[in-house]
């Protein structure tokens, strides 16, 4: 029944670390994107796939690398975890014909 | 580089009451403007979309888009406890399916 779902819900880990989070959506959409909320809740986009192909890649470490499966997963894999990479990273879908995203639940991540 | 503004806030009214929440926009020729509502500790939910200039209703909900003024707002009428949350404008970028969000409005709506 769930429309666009990321896990894990939660990542609580160390500087240094190398994480991923995955993303899934089941509305047939085209487009997916993830986004960075912040501790002022300012919501920014970090990256967008079309069908499996990388069109928005906004000013982002490279230590952020997303990879597109197919056109129903977007996952985000972090290198060498720092502090201010803390965030709430959320997953989006939209179809082609709009820009109408929806949004997964949110993974919030803690790096100590 | 786009900019969405959204400076007031946050906003409180009485049960009952409309609430407005506006934003502007730096882009002139931005074509599609998107309101998300956003309860504490969830993810941003699509509640209205706007396109062309004027008002579009649904529900308790309208959205107003004046592109001479470069400025979109939301009106809420019969403003309920449960629409307290951030409400988050969004303008698109035709070019790549781009949203780029304000910092959004915090409604707090008192029983």
């Known amino acids: 029944d769930t429309a666009v779902s990321q896990t894990p819900k939660y990542l609580v880990t160390q500087m240094g670390n190398d994480k991923s989070i995955k993303c899934e959506q089941n509305?047939?959409?085209?487009?997916m994107y993830w986004y960075k909320q912040d501790s002022k809740k300012f919501l920014k986009i970090m990256f967008s796939?079309?069908?499996?192909?990388?069109?928005i890649n906004e000013t982002v470490p490279n230590r952020f690398s997303p990879k597109s499966p197919d056109k129903a997963h977007l996952n985000l894999h972090i290198n060498s975890l720092e502090l201010g990479d803390s965030a709430v990273y959320f997953c989006?879908?939209?179809?082609?014909?709009?820009?109408?995203?929806?949004f997964g639940p949110g993974t919030r991540l803690t790096v100590t | 580089q786009k900019e969405v503004e959204q400076n007031s806030g946050p906003l409180s009214v009485p049960e009952g009451a409309i609430a407005s929440l506006n934003c502007t926009y730096s882009?002139?020729?931005?074509?599609?403007f998107f309101w998300y509502r956003q309860y504490s500790g969830k993810s941003p939910e699509l509640i209205m979309s706007?396109?062309?200039?004027g008002d579009k209703e649904d529900g308790r909900f309208t959205a107003q888009l004046n592109k001479a003024s470069q400025y979109v707002s939301l009106l809420i009428r019969d403003s309920q406890p449960s629409d307290s949350a951030t409400y988050l404008c969004?303008?698109?970028?035709?070019?790549?399916?781009?949203?780029?969000f304000g910092k959004g409005i915090t409604l707090s709506v008192r029983p």
């Open positions: 989006a879908s939209s179809p082609n014909t709009t820009y109408e995203q929806y």
């Open positions: 509305l047939g959409h085209d487009t």
């Open positions: 796939y079309n069908n499996k192909e990388l069109i």
């Open positions: 882009d002139r020729g931005s074509q599609s």
């Open positions: 706007i396109y062309s200039n």
């Open positions: 969004a303008e698109g970028d035709g070019a790549n399916s781009k949203l780029t």
